[in-house]
């Protein structure tokens, strides 16, 4: 009976803590909102998180949306000679990185890289007293520090995912064509005929609501850091964990509501 | 200037100020002295309303502080500057900047009105021509020197301390202890510091209050505090093991 109890009290308890954590999120997105709109907006610290979290990450995301579309391509030629159709090997790779997998492979490894950064310098910054001097000198924090990296986040994203999305095609034609020798005229006619722009669109959509997850979360778990190095340690760790899983949780739901 | 009426703060279970009185005078240098943990931090986190207390008023210059919303509160805010235990400086910004900060958020002026203050500001802590460097750069002094640059940068009425001299050798204690000295008189500036250097609280406070089991236990000049009858400030200034203070 006690064993019930128990575990009853931990998964009350974890649920309350969740249910209450979510609600401090949203509560830092609102604030962000009303900072973001009230004046002055300073443009030179968006364009620094812009190239932390966009310029800086380019190279990162070419290497993984490269061997992304290769081993797309030879993997789903592989499957699809079985039926003869290793004619729709680019457009199968072209929809699958411009839907799936250029948005959220670019969302992860930019979680991995500046969402971690976020949460690192953010939380370094609060066991210093470094957001309270700015607080002591009447300058507000969110619209100081998140602001400026949540902006560059939702703007860059999508950047990235065009870049991943195009060295990805550029992978499968390689392989296709080049290794497996697939016809250039059909891989590429295929996929012109099967890829419209609001797939291209839609994953771009989905890659802005990433970044808005990633940096939400990475921003909120390193504001909210205590107990010295080992808090930043774990700040870092949890932002990337949560905002890893809430991007794959996310996309299923944007996938259904947007296709 | 400021007074402090009947502050609790508890954090969960743990009560940590528990009905503060306090009056600080303007124009000198009132330092409160107490045990590490023993919550003078907490309490200069509420002077400045970076801590909202359970209970009780902070009035500074007659505005309850407590009551104010955030827009307000950083009006009042710019009547201070505090320099932090570490400094806290901005990692990712030059010794220039870091004491340009406040001037560009608040101040009206040209660059090189801030550039002209800031060098004054950093003479002023005896380090001039340090504006290039980066704060990875600079020894525990020189960052709490740059610290104290950045907190009178905009000419402020009070200015809190929060352990100047911790973590430094004698010889660039005195110097902080000094430099607190000097700016508090050149600048007529009301200082409150925090710490348990005993030296050091002899050497720079007007006036020392003691602060121990969330109250305000003695209060007066450095030679009442010297004279007190109070077993907590007698066993707290001699460094005794013996005595009321218990040792945890």
């Keep these: ?259 | 200037m400021i007074q402090i009426i009947d502050i609790h703060k508890s954090f969960g279970r743990q009560k940590v100020l528990d009905g503060v009185d306090l009056d600080i005078e303007a124009g000198k240098t009132t330092v409160i002295i107490g045990r590490s943990g023993g919550g003078k931090s907490v309490l200069l986190k509420h002077i400045i309303g970076l801590l909202k207390p359970d209970r009780g008023q902070i009035l500074v210059e007659g505005v309850d502080i407590t009551k104010l919303n955030d827009r307000d509160l950083n009006e009042i805010r710019k009547k201070f500057g505090m320099l932090f235990q570490e400094a806290a400086l901005f990692d990712s910004m030059t010794v220039g900047d870091n004491v340009a900060f406040p001037l560009r958020e608040h101040a009206r002026m040209s660059e090189a009105e801030i550039r002209e203050i800031v060098a004054d500001r950093l003479r002023a802590v005896g380090l001039s021509g340090v504006e290039a460097k980066m704060p990875s750069e600079l020894s525990g002094g020189m960052r709490k020197r740059v610290g104290l640059a950045r907190a009178i940068a905009m000419r402020p009425r009070i200015v809190l301390f929060d352990e100047p001299t911790t973590g430094l050798d004698p010889v660039m204690t005195e110097a902080i202890n000094q430099l607190i000295i000097d700016t508090q008189r050149n600048y007529d500036l009301t200082c409150v510091v925090i710490s348990h250097d005993i030296q050091s609280i002899f050497r720079i406070g007007h006036r020392i209050a003691m602060l121990y089991e969330g109250k305000i236990v003695a209060s007066g000049t450095p030679d009442e505090i010297r004279a007190s009858q109070n077993p907590v400030v007698r066993q707290f200034l001699s460094g005794s093991i013996e005595g009321p203070i218990k040792i945890i």
């Excluded at chain 1, 004046?39 to 932390?52: A, D, G, N, S």
């Excluded at chain 1, 993997?75 to 948005?103: C, D, I, K, N, W």
Aim: proline fraction near 3%.
């Design chain 1, 1 to 259: 009976m006690n064993f019930v109890l128990g575990a009853v009290d931990y998964v009350g308890r974890a649920v309350l803590h969740s249910v209450e954590e979510a609600g401090r999120i949203f509560q830092l997105f609102l604030s962000v909102l009303a900072w973001l709109v009230r004046p002055p907006l300073r443009l030179r610290p968006i364009f620094k998180q812009m190239e932390f979290v966009g310029v800086r990450s380019i190279f990162v995301v070419v290497l993984t949306g490269t061997f992304t579309g290769m081993v797309l391509a030879l993997q789903t030629y592989h499957g699809f000679r079985m039926f003869s159709a290793e004619s729709m090997v680019g457009a199968t790779v072209a929809l699958s990185m411009t839907r799936e997998l250029g948005p959220v492979l670019t969302a992860l490894m930019v979680t991995a890289r500046a969402g971690s950064a976020m949460a690192a310098e953010l939380g370094t910054m609060r066991v210093t007293e470094q957001i309270d001097a700015l607080y002591v000198m009447a300058a507000n924090p969110v619209k100081y520090l998140i602001v400026p990296r949540m902006v560059a986040s939702v703007v860059m994203l999508p950047f990235l995912t065009i870049v991943s999305d195009f060295v990805g095609v550029v992978g499968g034609y390689f392989v296709g064509v080049h290794l497996l020798r697939i016809n250039s005229g059909i891989f590429m006619k295929n996929i012109t005929k099967i890829v419209e722009l609001d797939d291209i669109f839609n994953g771009l959509i989905k890659a802005a609501f990433f970044g808005l997850i990633l940096s939400l979360i990475g921003c909120y778990k390193g504001f909210n850091t205590t107990g010295g190095a080992e808090g930043v340690g774990r700040a870092t760790t949890e932002a990337v964990v949560l905002a890893s899983v809430m991007i794959l949780i996310s996309d299923y739901f944007l996938t259904a509501l947007m296709f």
